[in-house]
């Protein structure tokens, strides 16, 4: 199993048979804190690949800085053999690599077909003589077609004509995530999916993220919910203050002493509440 | 106190050419405040430069005065360009602060003495605007529509001036219906959500800029044409406080807004000050002289735009929708 995404030795940083992204030395020093310090990091293309670390561990300052919004001190990366580093965050997205945000940023005074809408890539119309020249009704028509199989994937196709700022904050996190679906992109990187989405809803979540993998899409996503890290992803990577400390499959990784240590904490695999029966 | 009169004087600053130019104002600043979000203090600026872009392009360039509009609006989109390229990176608050400047620096470039050859230093410039009448396909005579008394060269400024306001609210309505301005709706509401979904927001900010000021620049040429002269002391920051209160009297982000933000607000600065100085006049206000109901006005004004920021935000012709769930 691992020999299909793994080149040699399982270790932090190892090499991939088929990255999609490969950083080298990225480093984001905060005054004297240095938030990230990653020497070496592939994702396999084609799979989902879990990032996870406790607070503070500099995922999101990562992400940051391989999507172009935020500027690292050192390091390069590439996507898909092309250098991406200096690269604003808009050409990333063009690129195929789009990402959505912890703290959900659906756009509120839009509706959510408009929201959608917007996330498709080369609409014409969005020139602005295309625009005011109604170059672009049959191109709106193909897009708007497919927002409304994607809302209606997501469960939002009732809430179509609704302003974005009315939806719940887990509805709102769904509305995100269709958004950046809605340019196809060849990696989408998930900035905690599951954070405020109902239990019901968290599962047809996770098969819409397998249906992702399924249609060639790879998938990098931070999520604290390890239930969710163990059920869909196809490779863990471990971070603790700014560096890569560990990799593996989830079940394997799962196990590492280290990572139990420095995150899971003992009792990670019991639920509360069976913890206070046993007392 | 003349009843008639104040309604005539009333019904009339409705379609007075310095209406439309603060209506086509408006509309540029609802292309950048209230479609972009971009927190434009300096839309006098954009004014000014259209004005003294014409008039210098005519007197001074020696252009036709239609080149001399055309070089005015080229005027406008490299002051953009000037001001937009360095400051659109910055945050909505700090855009605010560099646009209010600026506008305070092109006032003063314009009255100092130093360029009195082009600009006419404090006393402005005038004599240009000639052959604007000299187009005027109306026969000569007096044309009454009921409270509306003009002359043909009135009838025409009007037809004019509210023929601007007419293009500018069509082509703003064709722009945000189009992807185009969905894309600038998406940037006022989050850049970086807009960012991550491949759109360039610095083009676009900058695109609206442009915009907002052409509109601008053209109540510009409006205004002084109305005027046959280009006044520095026209463009202060009041001038920019004033298309505010008729764009958010209207709704921002509306088509219309502007318009009847214009036009009710024009009508009540007008109706309040003759009812102010008619009751001042026959002694109902003690408190106050006839010469100070200008001030007044402007108090009363101020007090309508915070009452109306605070309990209509979305103006007269906004969404509601489309305020309450900013924040």
Redesign the interface.
Known sequence: MANDIVVGKIEPGCKKVDPILVADNVTRQFGGLTAVNVEHLEIPRGKITALIGPNGAGKTTLFNLL?G?DKPNTGSWQFEGKNLAGV????V??RGM????QLT??????TVI?NM???A?K?S????F???A?M?RSQ?ARITEAADNLLARFKLDAKRED????LSGGQRKLL?MA??L??EPKLIMLDEPMAGVNPALTQSLLEHIKGLKANGTTVLFVEHDMHMVRHISDWVIVMAEGKVVAEGEPSVVMKDQAVIDAYLGAHHDTDLGTMKKGK | MDWIQTFNLTVGVILDPLTAAYILCAIGLSVHFGFTGLLNFGQAAFAAVGAYGMAIGYLTLKLPLLVAMGFALLCVVLFALILGVPTLRLRADYLAIVTIAASEVFRYLMSTSAFKDVTGGSNGLSQFGYDFFDWNPIPDGQYNFGPFNWTADQFWLRVFSFGLVGVATLLVWLMMRSPWGRVLKGIREDEDAVRSLGKNVFSYKLQSLIIGGLFAGMGGIVFVLSMSNVQPQTWVTNFTFMVWTVLLLGGAASMLGPIAGGMVFFALWVFVNEILAGMASIGWLPFLDPAQVGQVRFILIGLALMLLVIFRPQGMFGNKKELRFNG
């Open positions: 999507t919004f604003p965050s808009y050409k997205a063009r789009v990402r959505t945000f940023k659906s756009l509120n005074a839009m408009e809408r917007l996330g890539q609409q119309g969005e020139n602005l295309a625009g005011i109604q672009w709106e302003y974005a700022g009315s995100e958004r950046a809605m340019s």
